[in-house]
């Protein structure tokens, strides 16, 4: 077991304002949200890993459509089982032992895929990774919302989604280097690689000082906070604000049973996962080379074409870093909604009429492109960002733990049925439901999603509580 806090965890900077350029703290913030945010490079690299793996495998084992779709969604069920245990594991433990655990399982699950002798061995190793990257999507956003500071807490959030987007990048180009030479098997052992290499960096991250306070440990978490904040009133007031808040028991059915204000949050996190997920940005992730197939694009112009998109993808998520907490969430949801609703529509009507001429190929892509580009920058981190802000203390873990199972749960909903869905309607009518669907959350942003740029997690609470509307808790 490791100390709680030893010498990597923990060491002193200056961090005076001294005009310098270099500012060692904001430095070190920044890193330690970078290490965190590997969790989410797991998830990418699963994504990425299986959308190039499937056509190889399909040669090998021949699986039907539905076996096929189950190799996929097998993550989805793995994670929504590790959301489930996340809660009470990052309490027990702490969120830094569960992130090295999260990372563990995922080596296994990866090596173990490389290794599979049939369909049911690849899907049960596909749970496997999926359990893995279920705890490390609930755990890794809490700890970045509990090691950040109020300014820059919904930048460090999107680290994580960051993270993911260049996992997917990393992963499709290491599917392309892979399909040259034939290896299903290779995709899933390089899968392993970034793991292990998260499972190491989380190892010299400092202990969350909100679980420390839970715990009772107040001087070594003042101490990590002096560290991180370099100012010993500010870290007076947050050690303060924590014990405060902690203060309240942690609930969860109960509370949901008795007070409304609570079912209001979990209802909206539970809503803004889904929309994440039915925007489609899976489908296009996980089958990115089928629909390309679609369109008439040869093995490997598929693969390279899909390294693009990913590409795409990685460079909007600085747009959303970069901007959320200058603009403020909705805004940014307003524009990514609706560049994924003209993005879907145009990819329907193409493949409505039809994509033999190569300017139509062309086009196919650079919409997915623009497609990926808006949840990039909007629905992709936001979502993240806005169900760790808004439920109660009391209720949070639980709170951002059924809001995380939706995800999952969505995303195996959406991956499992797009394959049949496609064969019954077509690729043009899959993708016309699509575009309706983003349209329709343009309207849910406006009626329901609160602006919470700059705002205290305690007055997002206090205006909750009160009974405000949804959409005014915020500015």
């Known amino acids: 077991m490791v100390d709680e806090v030893d010498s990597h965890s923990v060491s002193s900077g200056t961090g005076d304002d001294d005009g310098s350029f270099f500012d060692p703290t904001k430095f070190k913030i920044l890193v330690i949200g ?5 969790g989410g490079l797991m998830s990418g690299i699963d994504i990425g890993v299986v959308s190039g793996a499937l056509d190889l495998f399909s040669r090998e084992f021949h699986p039907s459509t539905i076996a096929l779709s189950w190799v996929v969604s097998a993550m989805m069920a793995g994670a929504a089982l590790g959301s489930v245990s996340a809660s009470k594991l990052a309490q027990k433990v702490g969120r830094k032992r569960a992130l090295i655990c999260g990372a563990g399982v ?4 990866a090596l173990g895929c490389s290794l599979s002798w049939s369909i049911p061995s690849m899907i049960s190793f596909r749970v496997v990774m999926g359990y893995a990257v279920g705890l490390s999507a609930f755990t890794a956003p809490l700890y970045l919302s509990e090691i950040a500071s109020e300014e820059s807490r919904g930048a460090m959030i999107s680290t994580y989604q960051l993270m993911l987007t260049i996992g997917i990048f990393v992963a499709f180009l290491a599917d392309t280097y892979f399909s040259y030479r034939g290896s299903w098997r290779g995709m899933f052992g390089f899968a392993a690689c970034p793991a292990a290499l998260f499972f190491i960096g989380v190892l010299f991250l400092p202990y969350s000082p909100h679980w420390l306070v839970m715990k009772g440990r107040h001087k070594e ?6 560290d991180l904040r370099n100012d010993p009133l500010e870290a007076a007031k947050e050690i303060q604000a924590i014990r405060q808040q902690l203060e309240t028991k942690q609930e969860g059915w109960s509370l949901l049973r008795r007070n409304s204000n609570f079912r209001r949050s979990v209802l909206l996190g539970v809503a803004l996962q889904a929309m994440q997920q039915l925007a489609g940005i899976n489908i296009v992730m996980f089958y990115a080379p089928k629909i390309l197939q679609a369109a008439h694009f040869d093995s490997h112009a598929q693969m390279w074409c899909t390294a693009i998109i990913g590409l795409v993808n990685m460079l909007a998520t600085f747009v959303a870093i970069g901007l959320v907490d200058r603009w403020g969430r909705k805004p940014i949801l307003y524009v990514g909604f609706s560049v994924m609703a003209l993005a879907m529509g145009v990819l329907a009507g193409l493949l409505h009429e039809g994509m033999a001429e190569q300017a139509s190929q062309m ?10 580009a808006g949840h990039a920058m909007s629905a992709g981190p936001l979502m993240w960002v806005l169900c760790a802000e808004i439920q109660p203390i009391q209720g949070r873990d639980f709170g951002m733990s059924v809001s995380t199972l939706t995800n999952w749960l969505a995303n195996m909903g959406v991956s499992v ?9 077509g690729a043009s009518g899959t993708f016309w439901l699509l575009a309706v669907l983003n349209f329709i ?3 849910m942003t406006y009626l329901y999603v609160p602006e919470t740029k700059g705002m205290s997690l305690a007055k997002i609470e206090e205006r ?12």
């Open 34 to 38: 970078i290490v965190a945010a590997l």
């Open 106 to 109: 995922f080596v296994v699950g």
């Open 221 to 226: 978490a003042r101490r990590i906070l002096m």
């Open 363 to 372: 086009i196919a892509v650079f919409v997915l492109m623009i497609f990926c």
């Open 417 to 425: 049925s797009f394959l049949p869905l496609m064969e019954a309607f």
């Open 441 to 443: 959350f343009i309207g």
């Open 464 to 475: 909750l509580m009160s009974g405000v509307k949804l959409r005014k808790l915020g500015r």
